[in-house]
């Protein structure tokens, strides 16, 4: 715990004129001694006790995935799809299991940006965004071993299960 809020206060003080961006770790890696996770098909999933719905909603209109994420389309795109390799353009609301919001790039006006499925962003994201095609909003929850597991980063507790509406706005192939 002290580490971690040592983190978010050097994080705090070293923040730019926009503020201090939580998210900011989704591109720039993952937290000190943290593996990038293979893609989708290649990830082994969660073990066999964490086989359930992790949201309050009981996965109502969710897709549970083999890895633990669970995904649900709100609008389906029409444009180009997103695949691995692809940089890809995402706005995102980021909120924790209890509601409470701790990023967002909507208010901002600049989407993330990030190469699919490159280990670049948390394991839940590259997996999330697979598939969606611009113009399509999903969102995703996102259980701990996809997301930030037993660390934790900033105001994301360790474990937390991370709820994120996406918007995939643009596809570079």
């Known amino acids: 715990m002290r580490r971690i809020g ?4 050097s994080l705090r003080r070293s ?7 939580p998210v ?3 591109v720039h890696g993952l937290p000190a001694g943290r593996q990038p996770c293979p893609v989708a098909p290649h990830l082994a999933g969660p073990p066999a006790t964490q086989q359930r719905w992790l949201s309050g909603d ?3 209109g969710f897709q549970l995935q083999a890895s633990g994420l669970q995904l649900q389309d709100l609008v389906v795109g029409g444009g180009a799809t997103a695949a691995v390799g692809n940089m890809v353009h995402v706005h995102y609301t980021g909120r924790l299991a209890d509601g409470t ?5 909507v208010p901002r006006g600049e989407p993330i ?5 490159r280990g670049m962003v948390i394991p839940g994201w590259d997996e999330g965004i697979l598939g969606m095609q ?5 969102q995703l929850i996102i259980p701990p071993h996809l997301g930030y597991g037993q660390q934790g980063i ?6 937390a299960e991370l709820h994120f509406e996406c918007e995939l706005v643009e596809v570079d192939a």
Do not use: M
Request: a positive charge; glycine letters at 18%.
């Open 113 to 117: 940006q990030f190469l699919l499925g």
């Open 134 to 138: 611009v113009g399509g909003k999903r």
């Open 15 to 21: 923040a730019g004129p926009l503020g201090w961006r």
């Open 24 to 26: 900011a770790p989704l």
């Open 58 to 60: 009981n996965g109502q």
């Open 6 to 9: 040592s983190l978010a206060r």
């Open 101 to 105: 919001e701790f990023d967002s790039s």
């Open 154 to 159: 900033g105001p994301i507790p360790p474990n």
